[in-house]
């Protein structure tokens, strides 16, 4: 079993900045590809981004390439969400998942999700 707890989000000016944090727990967190995503007010779950167990390779949604960065440090066995320039669309609830398969996480069936931190973007 792996525990998820997401911290670090708010409210946020357009144009503003916030860091996203995923702490993970359990198993051993090295092993896992972890991944974000969002699910705004009556719209589907959405990807964000997806970073590999070593951290070597990741993966960003085209609409927030450039805007948003996953990194993630296994010391500490969390992984992070920068996230610039935001715009009032961002605003959505923010989930961190882990799965063994990065393909999982990408494609939204991991096997591990945090109970999400609210982002709000005001205009």
């Known amino acids: 079993q792996v525990q998820l707890v997401e911290s670090g989000g708010g409210l946020v000016q357009a144009g503003g900045s916030l860091r996203l944090s995923c702490a993970a727990s359990?198993?051993?967190?090295?092993?896992?590809?972890m991944g974000w995503f969002r699910q705004a007010p009556g719209k589907e779950r959405e990807f964000v981004a997806a970073i590999s167990w070593s951290g070597g390779t990741t993966y960003s949604s085209d609409s927030m390439k450039g805007r948003f960065t996953i990194s993630k440090d296994n010391t500490k066995n969390t992984v992070y969400l920068q996230m610039n320039s935001l715009k009032p669309e961002d605003t959505a609830v923010y989930y961190c998942?882990?799965?063994?398969?990065?393909?999982?996480?990408?494609?939204?069936?991991?096997?591990?999700w945090g109970q999400g931190t609210q982002v709000t973007v005001s205009s």
């Open positions: 998942a882990a799965d063994d398969r990065i393909s999982a996480v990408r494609g939204g069936s991991a096997d591990y």
């Open positions: 359990g198993r051993t967190f090295r092993r896992y590809a």
